[in-house]
């Protein structure tokens, strides 16, 4: 049942959440709260969140209308699509290449002078040699490795930009790890909707419960007062401000800011973050087996200059994918932290924690800027209502 009765006799909206197992043998985010001195007045809960056996009716049927609704509706997903390069005519792109033949064989022998534009119009012409015997013919005859070469140049090219890019992710998700663990603000904020949403929940299976799934941090703004003015999310936020900006405490307002990290966090493309590392170091065993096949006696610097970069990028993978390793075992722990018990089927995503943090902190960030807004409006009303007439 979506009501119950309560003190006075109102019958509440319910919050749906889904209670946390407590039976676990680690520390969690739960066992940092107490009863604390945050109190919630029944009666202005029932007055927001209260409703009569009518209005139930209604409300009901209108819950039942919009999920049917909803259920016929197409999941929203967030897409990261790149555009298809176009293929480009052979032709077109050996006049772009705007580079002498002897120019292209003098840079792959020592290893460098061709600009990433060029490595890449190069490495796409390796699928279509038969196209371009007139332009390559004399480069493969000085260089039969000439498109191994291109690809190893082009990953030299690449790799500083790859490299960094997923040590920056790493360090998002460390910091990440720390805000989430350290921010009492954060903290107090789950205490206040835990309260409330066990009042809420009174009487129901719901109720009573020591700890609930995050993913119910999404739900808060969705339930609203009898009168649609206000939500459950907006009644937390501003009950909690008003009890400790008294007390001399940090307000709410701009809590996101505190969690930069967890916003990065969020932003990583999971696919390219778990697959770099894998594809960086099968790209530097490639290019071995391409160094150890050149005679040591070759003209040009492409010998030294591979193998100079090969053993600083195998040194450095190596670091970071202990990085890595450690860094995941971090997230790993901070979801235990906050979801242990938790139905499995809801935490497939190993950043899924993150995802669920900055979803509900933006919505803080909406509700605090609509409580500022209100407050500006009723001292502007108060103000002028004050004032002497002219």
Request: aromatic share 8%.
């Amino acid at each position: 049942s979506s009501s119950r009765t309560v003190v006075g006799h109102v019958k509440l909206k319910s919050l749906h959440w889904d209670k946390v197992a407590t039976n676990v043998d680690h520390s969690m985010v739960w066992n940092e709260i107490n009863d604390g001195s945050l109190r919630f007045d029944d009666e202005q809960i029932e007055n927001l969140f209260g409703y009569s056996t009518i209005n139930r009716r209604l409300y009901e049927r209108s819950k039942t209308s919009m999920s049917s609704g909803s259920s016929n509706a197409a999941p929203t997903a967030e897409l990261f699509i790149l555009e298809p390069r176009k293929c480009q005519n052979t032709a077109i792109v050996l006049r772009s290449l705007a580079i002498s033949q002897k120019e292209i064989i003098e840079a792959l022998l020592d290893g460098q002078g061709l600009s990433i534009d060029i490595l890449e119009k190069l490495a796409k012409l390796s699928s279509s040699q038969d196209d371009a015997n007139t332009f390559l013919f004399h480069i493969l005859k000085v260089i039969p490795s000439a498109f191994t070469r291109v690809n190893a140049m082009l990953f030299r090219s690449n790799y500083k930009s790859e490299i960094l890019q997923l040590k920056e992710s790493l360090q998002a998700l460390e910091m990440g790890y720390n805000e989430l663990r350290t921010r009492v603000i954060f903290l107090k904020l789950l205490e206040a909707i835990l309260k409330a949403g066990n009042k809420m929940n009174a009487g129901t299976s719901r109720g009573n419960a020591q700890r609930f799934n995050l993913s119910a941090l999404r739900k808060l703004s969705d339930v609203k007062s009898t009168n649609g003015k206000t939500t459950l999310l907006y009644f937390v936020v501003e009950q909690r401000d008003n009890k400790y900006l008294k007390q001399r405490l940090p307000a709410v307002e701009g809590l996101s800011n505190e969690f930069n990290n967890v916003n990065k966090a969020v932003r990583i493309e999971l696919d390219t973050f778990i697959n770099t590392y894998s594809a960086l170091a099968s790209r530097v065993v490639e290019i071995w087996e391409l160094v150890t096949h050149c005679a040591s006696s070759e003209k040009g610097g492409f010998l030294k200059e591979m193998k100079g970069l090969l053993e600083e990028c195998k040194e450095e993978l190596k670091l970071v994918r202990n990085d890595q390793n450690r860094t995941m075992e971090l997230v790993k722990r901070t979801t235990k932290y906050y979801q242990a018990g938790g139905s499995k089927e809801k935490w497939g995503h190993p950043l899924q924690l993150f995802v669920i943090v900055k979803e509900f902190l933006d919505m803080v960030d909406t509700v605090c800027a609509d409580i500022s807004r209100n407050l500006q409006k009723k001292n502007g009303t108060t103000s002028v209502a004050s004032s002497p007439p002219l």
